[in-house]
């Protein structure tokens, strides 16, 4: 019955996880990709023009992706269409989702799209630069709580090279084995709880 059930459940679990992964790459790719948009459509490019460009262009696995959509355009779908298929197979890819949007409020109520574009692409670089500063200082903050945790350690091997009998009863007494273990379960708590505080989500 497990055997079963993994070889139901296993293919899908793996498709996810799968379709999870491209839908990060995809969304570190975006930026410039958003950005080549932008520089095609001020040179007058048409959507469907910078689309067949984008999907000659721009970064891997985004470019296949953009050669799909182009390929249903090619069939008779819209850009609207089109795109929006791409948004139903990546609903964990909330950039292209507001890209999206922003080609339906520029075709609807006229606006500028090249002007909607432009503020989301400054929106992922500031996004971006606000990462990078994060990922600094947990680092950072990281290595200052890993040195923090070994330092007992440190200091207690220390002291045994200094006089092995003054760390002795620590491994030879009850009440020694009850004060590393109390001593392993802080240390434990300790990195759990900085790992808590560090991870930070956007």
């Given at each position: 019955a497990v055997g079963w059930l993994l070889a139901l459940k296993t293919p899908g679990w793996l498709e996810k996880r799968k379709n999870l992964k491209k839908q990060g790459k995809l969304a570190e790719v975006f930026p410039p990709t958003l950005g080549m948009s932008i520089q095609a459509?001020?040179?007058g490019q048409t959507v469907p023009q910078v689309l067949q460009y984008l999907s000659r262009e721009c970064p891997r696995p985004?470019?296949?992706e953009l050669a799909?959509?182009?390929?249903?355009?090619?069939?008779?779908?819209?850009?609207?269409?089109?795109?929006t298929k791409m948004s139903e197979r990546f609903p964990l890819f909330p950039e292209f989702?507001?890209?999206?949007?922003?080609y339906k409020i520029?075709?609807?109520?006229?606006a500028n799209l090249n002007h909607l574009l432009e503020v989301q692409w400054e929106g992922l670089e500031e996004k971006n630069r606000?990462?990078?500063?994060?990922?600094?200082?947990?680092?950072?903050?990281?290595?200052s709580g890993l040195?923090?945790?070994?330092?007992?350690?440190?200091?207690?091997?220390?002291?045994?090279l200094m006089d092995p009998g003054l760390m002795a009863p620590l491994f030879t007494?009850?009440?020694?084995?009850?004060?590393?273990?109390?001593?392993?379960?802080?240390?434990?708590?300790?990195?759990?709880?900085?790992?808590?505080?560090?991870r930070m989500e956007f």
């Open positions: 459509l001020k040179t985004l470019r296949e799909l959509v182009c390929a249903e355009m090619d069939l008779g779908a819209s850009p609207e269409q089109a795109l989702r507001q890209f999206l949007e922003s520029a075709r609807v109520t006229g606000m990462l990078r500063e994060r990922e600094a200082m947990t680092a950072q903050a990281r290595l040195f923090m945790g070994l330092l007992p350690f440190l200091l207690g091997f220390v002291f045994f007494q009850s009440a020694g084995w009850a004060i590393l273990l109390m001593a392993a379960l802080l240390e434990a708590c300790g990195f759990l709880w900085i790992g808590h505080l560090l």
